[in-house]
């Protein structure tokens, strides 16, 4: 039985343009400019990340290289996402807020799983 890819997964032309975004992304001088080093344009993969590399991608970068690319329902919820892990990474959190990340948290895993799952094959949609 053949299952179709589901929303989010890239072609090849959205996994060139995501890789060349990353590639030629310019950060202010001491900031961060380890990402151009990690991005293999002819693999169309990224390769070393460390730990602090998956931060940034995560809270900077993603919601910007994935802007053209990915469905709006998926590009919001992924964005948010990032939104989320740049609240929690910070070196402050108000505790007053710490309610409303936990119900964001939810409702983003919830609309990450209902991108996530492929569409029902055809012969069970009639």
Known sequence: ?????????????EKKSFCHCLKNVKFPQGYYSNIKSLVS???LK???LKPHDCHVL????LPVAIHGI????????????CF???AIGSKVIDPQQLDNLENEAS??????EMYSLPPPPHFLTS
């Open 84 to 86: 989320f892990f740049n």
């Open 70 to 81: 990915c469905p709006e329902k998926v590009r919001v919820s992924i964005t948010r996402l």
């Open 1 to 13: 039985m053949y299952l179709p890819p589901t929303c989010h997964t890239m072609s090849t032309v």
């Open 46 to 48: 990224l390769v070393g």
């Open 107 to 112: 409702i983003i895993l919830c609309e990450l």
């Open 41 to 43: 344009i002819k693999d």
């Open 58 to 61: 995560m809270q900077q970068l």
